[in-house]
């Protein structure tokens, strides 16, 4: 068992035991790790609120091969995002892109661009301004991209002819043409947004608001990782969207 150190994303946490808390980290040393917290539900834990979920932490573990559950030693804060948690749009939003970075992580994975992307963008939800939907989709395509889910925006995923205008969209990879079957219709104006939020990596663009791009993300999340998306569903529901 070798002590470590490295910075983390809380991703999420359950309760384990009257004292104890279990916690998904990911790390870009370890991608996804769950870790035991000894004592971390006692009043006075030297724990205090590091372990909250969406912040960015310095974390002492115990690493152990072959151990599903590692044990963590100290955690102290480095960024609490409390402009996000103090904002109940940007809160709720934050959730979308928080789980697909968990579903996207491997364990005992080096994830150094996925830990810079998610942290990039949850600094940059701290300081955005404008509605929080749009920045939530543009988290969630760059997380998606980063860990190799890109969908296809120029040329059909089907039979690669140039794809312009309006078209059809696939949720097995991308854009179609009009000879190729999609799962749905997809206006001129979302795709120069989807295209938009591809194409800016460092910051998220100056994008209006689109339920309808939301939801199509949330299908594609969805099926290019087999599983659905309950924060997604959560916030569809929050803001009827």
Same mark, same amino acid.
């Not at 205090?48 to 599903?68: C, P, Q, S």
């Not at 109940?88 to 697909?100: D, G, N």
């Given at each position: 068992?070798?002590?470590?150190?490295?910075?983390?994303?809380?991703?999420?946490?359950?309760?384990?035991?009257?004292?104890?808390?279990?916690?998904?980290? @990911?790390?870009?040393? %370890? +991608?996804?790790? =769950?870790? $035991?917290? !000894?004592? *971390?539900?006692?009043?006075?834990?030297?724990?205090?609120?590091?372990?909250?979920?969406?912040?960015?932490?310095?974390?002492?573990?115990?690493?152990?091969?072959?151990?599903?559950?590692?044990?963590?030693?100290?955690?102290?804060? @480095?960024?609490?995002? %409390? +402009?996000?948690? =103090?904002? $109940?749009? !940007?809160? *709720?939003?934050?959730?979308?892109?928080?789980?697909?970075?968990?579903?996207?992580?491997?364990?005992?994975?080096?994830?150094?661009?996925?830990?810079?992307?998610?942290?990039?963008?949850?600094?940059?939800?701290?300081?955005?301004?404008?509605?929080?939907?749009?920045?939530?989709?543009?988290?969630?395509?760059?997380?998606?991209?980063?860990?190799?889910?890109?969908?296809?925006?120029?040329?059909?995923?089907?039979?690669?002819?140039?794809?312009?205008?309006?078209?059809?969209?696939?949720?097995?990879?991308?854009?179609?043409?009009?000879?190729?079957?999609?799962?749905?219709?997809?206006?001129?104006?979302?795709?120069?947004?989807?295209?938009?939020?591809?194409?800016?990596?460092?910051?998220?663009?100056?994008?209006?608001?689109?339920?309808?791009?939301?939801?199509?993300?949330?299908?594609?999340?969805?099926?290019?990782?087999?599983?659905?998306?309950?924060?997604?569903?959560?916030?569809?529901?929050?803001?009827?969207?």
């Amino acid at each position: 068992m070798s002590q470590e150190r490295s910075e983390a994303v809380v991703l999420r946490g359950v309760d384990f035991s009257e004292t104890s808390r279990i916690v998904t980290l @990911l790390l870009p040393t %370890r +991608g996804r790790m =769950a870790c $035991l917290a !000894k004592g *971390a539900r006692r009043k006075k834990s030297g724990f205090g609120g590091a372990l909250d979920t969406l912040n960015h932490i310095e974390a002492v573990y115990y690493w152990k091969d072959g151990r599903e559950v590692q044990q963590l030693g100290e955690a102290s804060i @480095l960024d609490s995002y %409390r +402009g996000i948690k =103090a904002d $109940l749009e !940007k809160s *709720a939003y934050s959730s979308f892109p928080l789980e697909v970075a968990y579903r996207v992580a491997h364990e005992n994975e080096p994830s150094q661009e996925l830990f810079s992307a998610l942290v990039r963008g949850l600094e940059s939800l701290e300081r955005w301004e404008r509605p929080a939907q749009a920045h939530a989709c543009w988290q969630v395509v760059q997380l998606l991209i980063t860990a190799g889910f890109e969908p296809s925006l120029d040329v059909c995923v089907d039979c690669g002819r140039r794809v312009s205008g309006a078209a059809g969209f696939a949720y097995r990879g991308g854009v179609t043409c009009g000879g190729c079957a999609g799962d749905r219709r997809l206006t001129a104006r979302e795709l120069d947004g989807l295209r938009a939020l591809a194409g800016s990596r460092a910051s998220c663009p100056r994008v209006e608001p689109m339920p309808s791009l939301f939801k199509l993300l949330r299908a594609y999340a969805s099926q290019q990782l087999e599983t659905d998306f309950r924060s997604a569903r959560v916030i569809q529901e929050m803001f009827r969207l």
